[in-house]
């Protein structure tokens, strides 16, 4: 997609208050998930309320609101006013086709990552945006069939999170670690792609195999486009000092950061090895075409003296004139040109195979 349809998609998604509101956005209203916890306790509930986060960011010391849909306008409203997020910030969070980075609004820090997915053997990046702010966590995302985030609200209904060691920065630093850790499934997918589509191009090279290796490519640049950024945000986060980031959170960012780094080591690597997908799809179609194309000539020179044999006898001359050629007259002369013929075959071929020019057949 060019800047320039980006940049019109853009403005078409967003109201006077950077909201997306235009009519092919509304699908439906969003759904707001909220768990509260203090690491010995936790609350699940489906927020239908305003007051009902109001009434938890007083008594819990942490909560975290997960917003599926982004369509839903007058529900990115309602979170703006209640958290105070800026309509730039809330701009940013709806915005399908956001750039990872991570920024401070104020009392806040915005931090925009895609996670990856696979669709139909097509790898596909959705937007997912994590406010972090005082006690709280807000995490925006696109409606999909599958929760990205259902092991981590499992995690935390069984106590095996260490929130309780730090805050709503340490849960955010969790969220982030299962988005970049979602990669790594689409990359062995992408892996077992790649060695079918390397037998493919080595046994069986075709149209189909070459636009299969195109697929490959554009794929791993989808990766590329949403990794590089990451890996400079995480980096941000994880040496850099950042509001509301703490120690332990910083760790697990910082541990997020070599995940990334694993992850593009591996996406370099089956860049490298797409790139010598095509070379070894050139190469199949070269030996392909000269194989075929020894087939032709052996078949050509084995018939060369059959033709010169056949014309020969086939000139039609006096046959009373003792000039003309041999066996014309002769009782069994056709028997014996055959024979002529035949015998010149077999040896040919046996020349051939002495030479090894037929072992491929053999």
């Known amino acids: 997609m060019s800047n320039r349809r980006r940049s019109r998609r853009r403005r078409n998604r967003q109201s006077e208050h950077g909201i997306a509101t235009d009519a092919a956005m509304v699908a439906g209203p969003s759904i707001l998930r909220m768990i509260a916890c203090d690491g010995e306790a936790w609350a699940e509930s489906t927020v239908l309320r305003p007051e009902e986060l109001t009434v938890a960011r007083e008594k819990w010391p942490v909560v975290w609101i997960d917003i599926e849909g982004l369509e839903d306008a007058e529900t990115i409203r309602m979170i703006g006013s209640v958290f105070d997020i800026s309509a730039l910030a809330l701009e940013d969070a709806v915005t399908p086709d956001e750039r990872p980075k991570v920024e401070v609004f104020g009392h806040q820090v915005l931090i925009a990552a895609r996670m990856a997915r696979s669709e139909s053997e097509a790898i596909v990046t959705d937007p997912v945006c994590i406010f972090l702010g005082d006690r709280y966590v807000i995490t925006f995302r696109e409606r999909l069939a599958i929760d990205g985030f259902a092991g981590v609200r499992q995690r935390i209904r069984q106590g095996r999170t260490r929130i309780s060691h730090g805050g709503a920065d340490t849960?955010?630093?969790?969220?982030?670690?299962?988005?970049?850790?979602?990669?790594?499934?689409?990359?062995?997918?992408?892996?077992?792609?790649?060695?079918?589509?390397?037998?493919?191009?080595?046994?069986?090279?075709?149209?189909?195999?070459?636009?299969?290796?195109?697929?490959?490519?554009?794929?791993?640049?989808?990766?590329?486009?949403?990794?590089?950024?990451?890996?400079?945000?995480?980096?941000?986060?994880?040496?850099?000092?950042?509001?509301?980031?703490?120690?332990?959170?910083?760790?697990?960012?910082?541990?997020?950061?070599?995940?990334?780094?694993?992850?593009?080591?591996?996406?370099?690597?089956?860049r490298e090895i797409s790139s010598d997908l095509r070379d070894i799809y050139l190469a199949s179609l070269n030996n392909r075409m000269n194989d075929v194309m020894k087939v032709l000539a052996v078949i050509a020179t084995i018939f060369m003296p059959l033709t010169f044999i056949t014309g020969y006898y086939g000139m039609n001359f006096d046959t009373n004139s003792p000039w003309n050629m041999p066996l014309l007259s002769y009782r069994y002369g056709a028997p014996v040109a055959m024979a002529l013929m035949a015998t010149t075959t077999v040896g040919m071929i046996a020349f051939f195979y002495r030479r090894g020019w037929l072992k491929r057949w053999h």
């Open 171 to 270: 849960l955010c630093a969790i969220l982030f670690d299962v988005v970049i850790d979602g990669y790594f499934p689409v990359l062995e997918q992408l892996s077992d792609r790649l060695e079918a589509t390397e037998e493919e191009a080595m046994n069986n090279p075709s149209r189909e195999s070459l636009v299969r290796i195109h697929d490959v490519r554009n794929d791993l640049m989808t990766l590329r486009r949403a990794l590089w950024p990451t890996r400079d945000l995480l980096h941000t986060l994880g040496r850099e000092p950042t509001p509301l980031v703490g120690d332990l959170a910083r760790a697990h960012f910082r541990d997020s950061y070599d995940h990334a780094m694993e992850l593009l080591d591996l996406m370099e690597s089956y």
